[in-house]
């Protein structure tokens, strides 16, 4: 039984009187790639909102490591935070600025290192990512994927423990995408990350996902939970098996 890393209770999301989603609950545990799925408008990206502090939910409790993080002083929030590296949908990077300076920045902003280690740590992460001799690029001079990979490492600049991506692969070529999935994997594995991602791709829902929740904005509420792979072999719900086959509702054998 892994350790819970992240426990939602009763977690409610509206905007004003207007409920997007109630009811929810699900436990994410120390090493997981978590994925957020469902279709349109159900509220994927506004739940990533709410658990990385982003907006206070209507009802229910977000706790990390027992931590009730709605609860907790604001220093202690900020404390939490520190442990978040997040990663939004169009990488987020300071086009004014190059990769290393991106990568740096967070570095500059919350530790005391001196100016050669942040260097040596800088070159360090972009060469996890791929990126390693890219330092003094502009994001207007590299790809689409490139662009991601250096969000990626900028999310990692504080060793996070815990990664959160905003559609990682929207945008990117299928092999782009792939070299994306692999990077997560392998990420997850070798650093011990738990990792939770807004996705609908069901190539990258597949390939990285071994838990998950699925949002329903016609009830309102989640309606399975799980790893993606047991989720199509063993739902009963018709709409998990639809979107899980892109509408084919064959189940895999």
């Not at 060469?127 to 502009?138: K, Q």
């Not at 990682?168 to 782009?176: F, R, V």
């Not at 070798?190 to 190539?203: D, I, K, Q």
């Amino acid at each position: 039984m892994k350790k819970p890393v992240i426990e939602v209770r009763g977690l409610e999301m509206s905007y004003g009187s207007f409920v997007l989603m109630r009811d929810l609950n699900f436990t994410i545990g120390k090493g997981d790639i978590f994925i957020i799925m469902g279709g349109s408008g159900c509220g994927k990206s506004t739940l990533l909102k709410h658990l990385v502090g982003l907006k206070r939910p209507a009802k229910g409790d977000i706790i990390y490591d027992k931590v009730n993080y709605w609860k907790a002083e604001p220093e202690e929030q900020e404390q939490l935070k520190r442990r978040f590296g997040i990663l939004f949908q169009s990488g987020a990077l300071w086009s004014s600025m190059t990769l290393a300076e991106n990568v740096a920045m967070p570095i500059e902003q919350y530790t005391k290192l001196p100016p050669k280690q942040i260097k040596e740590l800088v070159s360090y992460k972009l060469s996890l990512v791929g990126l390693g001799g890219f330092e003094e690029f502009y994001p207007s001079e590299i790809s689409g994927g490139m662009k991601k990979r250096a969000g990626l490492a900028r999310a990692m600049a504080l060793d996070p423990d815990l990664l959160f991506f905003d559609e990682p692969s929207a945008g990117l070529d299928p092999i782009s995408a792939r070299l994306l999935d692999d990077l997560i994997i392998e990420l997850s594995e070798s650093l011990g990350t738990t990792v939770v991602v807004v996705t609908h791709e069901l190539a990258s829902i597949f390939a990285i996902g071994n838990n998950s929740v699925f949002l329903d904005p016609d009830v309102k509420t989640m309606i399975a939970s799980g790893d993606p792979k047991r989720l199509l072999k063993e739902s009963p719900d018709p709409k998990v098996i639809n979107f899980l086959t892109r509408g084919e509702g064959v189940r895999q054998k």
